[in-house]
């Protein structure tokens, strides 16, 4: 029996993808209980309503009879988040679990990452002695605002949690094709040799979305694309793609080659403002809760280095921006061509061979080759050999149930460690601090 205790239990990320996912898992023969915990005043009934709307809009075709098993399984405490609440949680679970054992607890912080709200949390857990060495906590980006907010939320985490306790979400990890990239790149010994400055041109890594920040307004005016896509998803699909192999697939082998990476990485050439682009889209201004006067922007993009023997000199550009033609996020690795080919004498110019993983939405990966030779004209003709992944059900697990069910059985392969983000803000901070005098001039309105 898992036992999820989860705070922000009536907020957007809860219903839209927390409820969902559980309701998979549970579907999947999980045994598991969850119990909400928010300051919205909500009785039992109320509750069970919500996370049968939550499931309802996202699986139409899921059974009444099964969500009516599940909500069964579901309960609620209402309270700020101070220590006489968490003490009212406490009784609710003594009672819960008179008759059925609670077994693990897992704590699950769909909060706004502020680190006073977390202290409180975490100290009305301690105070009512809700932790012991069995349970774990998992929370989601924003991992702070800035290195220093990243430290001050991870020193608190640290003084009632062991860092194998703590499960940082990014769930750019939990899709199937990031974990399949694991696969692709150990699986297969064929890439290793050339996975290389050597071999390798430049790699690209963008992440772009259709929709503009929705009614985020006031979230994203701090943030902005840089903090909000760049630190974190797209640092870590960086890592996954170049990172060396780990010893093993334990969670801290991962995270170590993670590490090296992250150490190593820099702006392309070791500095510069000309490796960084930013924009905004137009209307941006009128959306919610924005400045009319913002600077922030809505795309970004930053040509960066690995600072080591395999990787020096070969540009990684990663990029994302919303209101983009496509929805799209891809890695594409470009290969050099070669010094002489066989064409030359012809004057016919070779396709450079390129390795591309399409990581959404078509989940699918294509090597372009130069093939279709013709025999008379002796030419040939780029081709791409693709390979899709849309049938294969269990790569296309929703990303939070793949989460769910990692944090439940405790593995931390796809979560994050301090280190690594400590690292990744450590970048992104001087990336930032680069920017800040000249925001107006180099920012592109598109
Ligand atoms: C979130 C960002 O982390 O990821 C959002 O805060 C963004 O701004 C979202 O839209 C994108 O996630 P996905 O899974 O829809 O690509």
């Not at 002489?340 to 004057?347: A, H, Q, T």
Request: charged share 25%; net charge neutral.
């Amino acid at each position: 029996m898992h036992t999820l205790i989860l705070f922000g239990a009536s907020g957007d990320l809860a219903k839209e993808k927390l409820y969902p996912a559980l309701f998979d898992l549970f579907q999947a023969g999980e045994k598991l209980r969850c119990i909400g915990f928010a300051r919205t005043p909500l009785d039992e009934k109320a509750f069970r309503t919500l996370i049968h709307n939550a499931i309802r809009g996202q699986k139409k075709n899921a059974a009444a009879d099964d969500v009516e098993k599940f909500l069964k399984h579901c309960s609620y405490v209402s309270g700020a988040y101070d220590q006489a609440s968490i003490a009212h949680l406490k009784k609710h679970l003594t009672q819960l679990t008179a008759t059925e054992h609670a077994g693990r607890l897992s704590f699950y912080l769909a909060t706004p990452m502020d680190h006073t709200l977390i202290r409180n949390i975490v100290g009305g857990l301690m105070k009512n002695d809700l932790i012991d060495s069995e349970c774990a906590i998992a929370l989601e980006k924003p991992f702070g605002f800035d290195g220093p907010s990243a430290q001050k939320i991870n020193r608190v985490l640290a003084r009632s949690f062991n860092e194998e306790q703590i499960y940082r979400l990014d769930h750019y990890l939990a899709k199937g094709m990031v974990q399949d990239l694991l696969a692709l790149r150990f699986a297969n010994p064929i890439f290793e040799p050339v996975w290389n400055a050597r071999h390798i041109e430049r790699i690209d890594i963008a992440i772009n979305e259709t929709a503009g920040i929705r009614k985020r307004g006031q979230y994203y005016e701090q943030s902005g694309a840089i903090r909000d896509m760049l630190q974190n998803h797209a640092l870590q699909l960086l890592a996954f793609t170049a990172m060396d192999q780990p010893e093993s697939l334990q969670a801290a082998s991962i995270h170590q080659e993670k590490i090296q990476v992250f150490r190593r990485l820099r702006l392309f050439g070791g500095q510069g403002i000309e490796n960084i682009r930013i924009g905004q889209y137009r209307g941006y201004h009128e959306e919610a809760f924005v400045d009319p006067q913002s600077l922030t922007e809505t795309s970004a993009a930053l040509c960066l280095e690995i600072d080591t023997p395999r990787w020096r000199g070969v540009p990684i550009t990663v990029a994302s921006g919303k209101k983009m033609g496509s929805r799209s996020t891809d890695i594409t690795i470009l290969f050099r061509k070669k010094e002489y080919s066989l064409w030359d004498e012809m004057n016919h110019q070779l396709a450079q061979n390129s390795f591309h993983i399409n990581i959404q939405p078509d989940n699918d990966i294509r090597l372009r080759l130069n093939s279709e030779f013709d025999s008379q004209k002796k030419s040939v003709h780029p081709t791409d050999l693709r390979f899709g992944f849309l049938d294969n059900a269990r790569l296309f697990k929703d990303p939070y149930e793949n989460a769910l069910h990692d944090f439940f059985h405790r593995d931390q392969g796809i979560f994050l460690n301090a280190k690594e983000i400590a690292l990744s803000w450590k970048l992104i901070d001087s990336v930032l601090r680069l920017i800040a005098p000249v925001r107006e001039k180099i920012l592109q309105i598109y």
